[in-house]
């Protein structure tokens, strides 16, 4: 069996972001303060990385698949907390899959 790389796999398909109105945005600096993190091990596109030397969580919109599960895990995300916001993108952008 081949293992790929997440960015290899992504690349399977086609991504039509949209870097001024950002589907999904969240507050790094607040997240410093969530006790769960959960967005890191839920998120089956590794878009939420936890840098655990410098204690920094980056995300990167670019290639979410759009599945909601950050949204189910994140009570900050589901509740539109300020600094949070979680929404399908605009008609036409965002992932189109090729494969799968
Ligand atoms: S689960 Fe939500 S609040 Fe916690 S680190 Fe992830 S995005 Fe931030
Ligand atoms: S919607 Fe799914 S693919 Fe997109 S960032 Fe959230 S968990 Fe990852």
């Excluded at 507050?27 to 890191?40: F, I, R, S, V, Y």
Aim: glycine share 8%; aromatic share 8%; charged share 25%.
């Amino acid at each position: 069996m081949i293992h790929m790389k997440m960015d290899n796999c992504l690349a399977q398909n086609k991504f039509n972001s949209d870097d001024q109105h950002p589907h999904i945005v969240i507050d790094p600096e607040q997240c410093l303060t969530c006790g769960h993190k959960a967005c890191t091990r839920c998120c089956p596109a590794e878009r939420y990385q936890w840098d655990e030397e410098n204690q920094k969580l980056t995300f990167d919109h670019v290639g979410c698949l759009e599945c909601g599960n950050c949204r189910l895990v994140c009570e900050r995300l589901n509740q539109s907390l300020p600094g949070y916001s979680w929404n399908y993108p605009e008609q036409g952008k965002g992932v189109v899959f090729r494969e799968g």
